[in-house]
T-cell receptor, first 110, second 111 residues
Framework: NAGVTQTPKFQVLKTGQSMTLQCAQDMNHNSMYWYRQDPGMGLRLIYYSASEGTTDKGEVPNGYNVSRLNKREFSLRLESAAPSQTSVYFC?????????FGSGTRLTVV | RKEVEQDPGPFNVPEGATVAFNCTYSNSASQSFFWYRQDCRKEPKLLMSVYSSGNEDGRFTAQLNRASQYISLLIRDSKLSDSATYLCVVTLNTGGFKTIFGAGTRLFVKA
């Protein structure tokens, strides 16, 4: 069982570059999420999608956009990367109770 | 004050020891409580839910104290493989569900 698959696993960007993080789940979950994790801080919600066709801002949405392409896929886009976006990004899905996380993307913006 | 607070540790314990972590939360509207485990450079994984009556899963016991607004995780007979970061997670309903992750407590179990 694949669960939640994220790509890429690692990425280095220059300030101002753009990129899209991809996420797909095969568990037929309605809800999907994007979190970032920084040292000394808990996971912080960037955006979430409660169901196909809907997206909502989380705690730290600035500088990001998302697309819920279909029930399986939820992508996160950085339009103009900044050093403050250096972080580990996790995609997650949920059936309504508990989360299944992807393996994460380690992003460095220089 | 953070909404969910944990002692960052690290806790360094020998194999076979009993270790306990506490987590405090500030919002009395908190409804659901969980412990997640995160290995180094890996994703968090659900360890167990926490119920008001307390619950046990093998060597792990989780308890909830609503009056004092804290949850705890007790690990008995620690194994080397228990070395990880333990995240306290609280879900509250403030018109919509909101999930808050603690920053985690690091545990090192040594031989």
């Amino acid at each position: 069982n694949a669960g939640v698959t994220q790509t890429p696993k690692f990425q280095v960007l220059k300030t101002g570059q753009s990129m899209t993080l991809q996420c797909a789940q095969d568990m037929n979950h309605n809800s999907m999420y994007w979190y970032r994790q920084d040292p000394g801080m808990g996971l912080r919600l960037i955006y979430y999608s409660a169901s196909e066709g809907t997206t909502d801002k989380g705690e730290v949405p600035n500088g990001y956009n998302v697309s819920r392409l279909n029930k399986r896929e939820f992508s996160l886009r950085l339009e103009s990367a900044a050093p403050s976006q250096t972080s580990v990004y996790f995609c997650a899905s949920s059936p309504g109770f508990g989360y299944t996380f992807g393996s994460g993307t380690r992003l460095t913006v220089v | 004050r953070k909404e969910v607070e944990q002692d960052p540790g690290p806790f360094n314990v020998p194999e076979g020891a009993t270790v306990a972590f506490n987590c405090t939360y500030s919002n009395s509207a908190s409804q659901s409580f969980f412990w997640y485990r995160q290995d180094c450079r890996k994703e968090p994984k659900l360890l167990m839910s926490v119920y008001s009556s307390g619950n046990e899963d093998g060597r792990f016991t989780a308890q909830l104290n609503r009056a004092s607004q804290y949850i705890s995780l007790l690990i008995r007979d620690s194994k080397l493989s228990d070395s990880a970061t333990y995240l306290c997670v609280v879900t509250l309903n403030t018109g919509g569900f909101k999930t808050i992750f603690g920053a985690g407590t690091r545990l090192f179990v040594k031989a």
